[in-house]
C-alpha cells in the first residue's frame, strides 16, 4: 500500500488549506486512514481519523477548526483545515491501518507551514 499526501504549503495565521491522501495498492488490506502531524522537536500526534462506525475522532486542538472526510470511490482521505494558526505548522502525515494486524502505513507526509 503507498499513501500519497499533498496539499500542504505555507499560510498565513487564518488561512485554510486542504490536505488530500490517495492510497493505491492493495486497498482492500487496509482500514479507515487518518491524519498524523508532527512539529520539530514534538512527537507525533493524531490529528484526525474516523472510527470503526464512520464518526469522526479529533485532536482537542483540531476540533472546531479542522474537518476529515472520506471519498470511497478515489481512496481517498481529506483534511480541510481553517483558521490555522503558526503553532499548526508541522508536517501532516496521512496513516492507514493493516486490517487484522497492528501494523500501519504511511505517507511521506507533506509540510504545513502558518507564519506571517
Known amino acids: 500500500v503507498q499513501l500519497v499526501e499533498s496539499g500542504g504549503g505555507l499560510v498565513q495565521p487564518g488561512g485554510s488549506l486542504r490536505l488530500s491522501c490517495t492510497a493505491s495498492?492493495?486497498?482492500?488490506?487496509?482500514?479507515?486512514m487518518g491524519w498524523y502531524r508532527q512539529a520539530p522537536g514534538k512527537q507525533r500526534e493524531l490529528v484526525a481519523s474516523?472510527?470503526?462506525?464512520?464518526?469522526?475522532n479529533y485532536a482537542d486542538f483540531a476540533k472546531g477548526r479542522f474537518t476529515i472526510s472520506e471519498d470511497n470511490a478515489k481512496n481517498a482521505v481529506y483534511l480541510q483545515m481553517n483558521s490555522l494558526k503558526p503553532e499548526d505548522t508541522a508536517v501532516y502525515y496521512c496513516n492507514a491501518p493493516l486490517r487484522g494486524t497492528n501494523a500501519e502505513f504511511w505517507g511521506r507526509g507533506t509540510q504545513v507551514t502558518v507564519s506571517s
Open positions: 495498492g492493495s486497498i482492500h488490506s487496509i482500514g479507515a
Open positions: 474516523f472510527n470503526s462506525d464512520d464518526s469522526a
